[in-house]
């Protein structure tokens, strides 16, 4: 019997992957895996990591998490690397620019209709139902897929706009669903976005940010959203079934735990993992990227 396997972050936990994947009795010949994003970074063994996702082929599948757009505009010359950040072996590599036009064909958001399940790295605006979300992440899908995808990261800069509108265009428009996409966790009842999470405590109630996925009248509320991206949420599972969502990122990178979820019968997988590249005392929790 095949299994569908939904993983959280993994950001380059190499070592720890394999250990999950052996307590899952994973085949590739059979099996498959979705990641929700952020396959790499932090961790100590992005380049491996990325080199064994790739060479799954059709058997996986990683919807584009922050990291590694971060990664993608490094190599265009858009951003400096950090100082923690744990890429640089991938760009030295032999076979960067595989595994990069490999990386950025991966999809923004992915859906099954047989499963039930749709897949994103961070979060959706509330004025987006399925079509509005997979309309948008074609949109960026085509640009990083484009062989001027560079012009890109030269215009994510800035946190604007911070409302959807319809009538959004050029890089305003593909800087908000990129937001949306690989770094939301906040948000107004009013579509307001908060990259930071700073509106959760001192704007007025109404204004108030919350969970992207708590505001009332949520035109994606009807999916089953798998999503990462936010390793210190803390949501009760009442919570999590009457919003439709279930969090993945159990901060592996951490030296939290690595979750997977098998799909066909909605059973956790957990399990500890060695590495602590960056301690939790150090994770913001109020939002910021991470």
């Known amino acids: ?15 720890d992957l394999l250990r999950l994947l052996e307590k899952l009795d994973f085949d590739p010949d059979i099996d498959r ?26 058997a996986a599948i990683s919807v584009l998490g922050n990291h590694d757009l971060h990664l993608l505009a490094a190599a ?23 595994l990069l036009f490999w990386l950025r064909h991966q999809p923004i958001l992915h859906h099954s209709e047989s499963l039930g399940f749709t897949m994103i790295h961070a979060g959706l605006p509330p004025q987006w139902d399925l079509e509005k979300a997979r309309q ?6 085509t640009v990083l897929q484009n062989v001027d995808y560079e012009d890109l990261f030269l215009h994510l800069r800035g946190d604007g706009p911070l409302c959807w509108r319809d009538d959004l265009q050029g890089w305003e ?25 700073k509106r959760r405590k001192v704007a007025a109630a109404k204004k108030r940010s919350r969970p992207w996925f708590q505001i009332p009248q949520r035109a994606s ?7 990462g991206h936010w390793a210190k949420l803390v949501i009760t599972p009442t919570a999590r079934r009457a919003a439709g969502v279930i969090p993945l990122d159990t901060g592996c990178a951490h030296g939290g735990r690595f ?15 060695k590495n602590r590249a960056v301690p939790w005392s150090s994770l913001p929790s109020t939002g910021e990227q991470t």
């Open 33 to 58: 895996l979705w990641f929700t994003g952020d396959l790499v970074n932090k961790g100590p063994n992005s380049l491996e990591l990325l080199r064994f996702v790739h060479g799954l082929g059709s």
């Open 76 to 98: 265009a010359g858009a951003v400096r690397i950090r100082k923690k950040d744990t890429i640089a072996e991938i760009l030295d590599a032999p076979d960067c620019e595989e």
């Open 1 to 15: 019997m095949s299994c569908t396997y939904a993983i959280g972050d993994v950001q380059g936990c190499f070592d």
């Open 221 to 227: 509320k009807p999916l089953q959203i798998l999503f």
């Open 259 to 273: 979750t997977a979820l098998r799909l066909e019968d909605a059973r956790y997988f957990r399990l500890k993992c």
């Open 173 to 197: 428009r593909l800087r908000f669903i990129t937001n949306c996409f690989t770094q939301l966790r906040w948000c107004d009842r009013n579509g307001r976005i908060d990259l930071t999470g």
């Open 136 to 141: 948008c992440a074609r949109e960026l899908e």
